[in-house]
């Protein structure tokens, strides 16, 4: 049975950091490309980042370039995201996925 099990999050002040991170089970998380996707109160669900198998290669939304850092550890089957110099946009709950699957959800508040 594939899990992901995002933790991490909390309550920030703006211009602060958060550690996502995300640790994978039942499947083959070395073979996987991997995302995070947000979802703000009220809103849809929002793609944040993804990362391909090796981490050679990533990408991210526009609003989050240069504030956000994807990575993983296939060795510890954990999916990460570093997040930097937060804004109180970026206050969601955020997702590891795999495909259409997606963990219970981190919440990110950024607030003063």
């Known amino acids: 049975e594939v899990q992901l099990v995002e933790s991490g999050g909390g309550l920030v002040q703006p211009g602060g950091s958060l550690r996502l991170s995300c640790v994978a089970s039942g499947f083959t998380f070395s073979s996987s490309f991997m995302s995070w996707v947000r979802q703000a109160p009220g809103k849809g669900l929002e793609w944040v980042s993804d990362?391909?198998?090796?981490?050679?290669?990533?990408r991210y939304l526009d609003s989050v370039k240069g504030r956000f850092n994807i990575s993983r550890a296939n060795a510890k089957n954990t999916l990460y995201l570093q997040m930097n110099s937060l804004k109180p946009e970026d206050t969601a709950v955020y997702y590891c996925?795999?495909?259409?699957?997606r963990g219970q959800g981190t919440q990110v508040t950024v607030s003063s």
């Open positions: 990362i391909n198998r090796d981490g050679t290669n990533t």
């Open positions: 996925a795999r495909s259409t699957r």
